[in-house]
């Protein structure tokens, strides 16, 4: 029991104290049924927001137009929702009006899927109308009632079904699967920022091939940038340590068009360095890394482009843990270490900065680097004078 539960525990019996309804809903239970990492402890209520309000005294506006009121009262936030039904989706996305019930089985019914409409009261009791507990044990991913109407209404939701898949390692129900593929085109309504981060989390997850499988075969492939169906198989032992791995690797996959590909799905400037680095990691690589190649290459990236050789079937001179040895036993870990910089050699010679000084600080990092050069500035200003070829 983390203290997040404990704090949503006695908001619920707030306001249940005040006359109202209130369970967990969410994630947050699909995940402690299944003893998974629990994050974001919702609460839902027969209470309105203007109710809510009244029994807290400190609360703020998230999302109040749909029902949602944030609590701080208990020392950490806890979003509390109103029970609700959804007007007409003319989106794909959000609806565009809601009706607050007092009714939970009403606001269960709207949900996504059977295993998210599955709510638990303050004393830890399942209240189970759709399904969700039969599906979790069957390792379903079911959609709650029509699945035509529910991707309809927000069309994300079959691409969070690929991500459950991915996640869990649940199949899709044939149903709710059949109606993906048949509504996959309206995957283009959905804003690129709300599809990267679904394929974020598919990144990471622990079944990155069955969830690329998915994508191809519900269709939904067909309508997201990058070409997934060509390269199925090298997606087959994948496992990303971050997302940017994934993004890249995706754009690994899809070279040529690797910069609209980064554009399209509006990547961070983070997450395009990394794109970058690696791809330029994976190209020297298959020449031999150079012992400046290492010293300029975060380990992150020299990790991953040693991957994607090793995913491509590609036989290497060197062992993934070799590599952080190699770069652990550089005598510097960045230029800044060196002890000369480009005003000492200005000084040492008296002459003005131009294309020399580059020339003489790589020749520098080189010798520090291989060992045939102490990082001593003493030594440096010896060899400097004495030893530094300006070609």
Not at 87 to 104: C, E, I, K, Q
Not at 154 to 163: E, F, G
Not at 282 to 297: H, M, P
Request: with cysteine; glycine share 6%; aromatic share 10%.
């Amino acid at each position: 029991m983390t203290q997040q539960w404990k704090i949503a525990e006695n908001v619920i019996h707030k306001i249940q104290q005040a006359g109202f309804e209130a369970v967990f809903v969410g994630g947050a239970v699909r995940d402690r049924i299944l003893n998974r990492e629990q994050h974001d402890i919702d609460v839902a209520t027969s209470a309105l927001p203007s109710e809510i309000k009244t029994i807290f005294t400190k609360t703020v506006d998230v999302g109040i137009e749909h029902g949602t009121v944030l609590v701080l009262d208990e020392g950490a936030p806890i979003e509390v929702t109103t029970y609700r039904t959804d007007g007409t989706y003319d989106d794909h996305r959000r609806p565009d009006s809601v009706v607050f019930v007092r009714s939970l089985k009403d606001d269960l019914e709207r949900r996504d899927f059977t295993m998210n409409a599955i709510a638990m009261t303050a004393s830890y009791e399942i209240i189970d109308y759709y399904g969700g507990i039969s599906d979790i044990e069957q390792r379903l991913i079911r959609a709650v009632g029509q699945p035509q109407k529910r991707f309809q209404e927000d069309a994300l939701r079959m691409l969070r079904a690929v991500r459950f898949r991915a996640q869990l390692g649940f199949a899709i129900e044939n149903e709710t699967f059949t109606a993906i593929k048949k509504q996959a085109q309206d995957i283009q309504h959905i804003a690129m920022e709300r599809i990267s981060a679904e394929l974020n989390k598919i990144w990471i997850s622990d079944n990155v091939f069955e969830g690329i499988v998915s994508l191809v075969q519900s269709n939904l492939a067909n309508y997201l940038p990058g070409n997934f169906m060509e390269n199925l198989e090298k997606w087959k032992y994948c496992k990303f340590t971050s997302p940017s791995m994934g993004w890249a690797y995706l754009c690994f996959l899809n070279r040529e068009q690797h910069a609209s590909i980064v554009k399209a799905y509006r990547l961070s400037n983070k997450e395009k360095n990394y794109v970058q680095n690696v791809l330029r990691a994976y190209d020297a690589l298959l020449q031999g890394w150079s012992i400046v190649d290492y010293f300029e290459t975060e380990l992150s990236v020299l990790e991953g482009a040693y991957d994607f050789a090793e995913w491509q079937g590609i036989e290497l001179s060197v062992t993934k843990d070799q590599i952080a040895l190699i770069k652990a036993s550089l005598p510097i870990e960045s230029r800044k270490d060196l002890q000369a910089n480009g005003n000492d050699f200005m000084e040492w010679t008296n002459k003005k900065r131009g294309p020399w000084l580059k020339d003489a600080l790589d020749k520098v990092l080189l010798a520090v680097l291989n060992g045939s050069l102490d990082n001593n500035p003493d030594q440096i200003r010896e060899w400097f004078l004495h030893e530094f070829d300006e070609g």
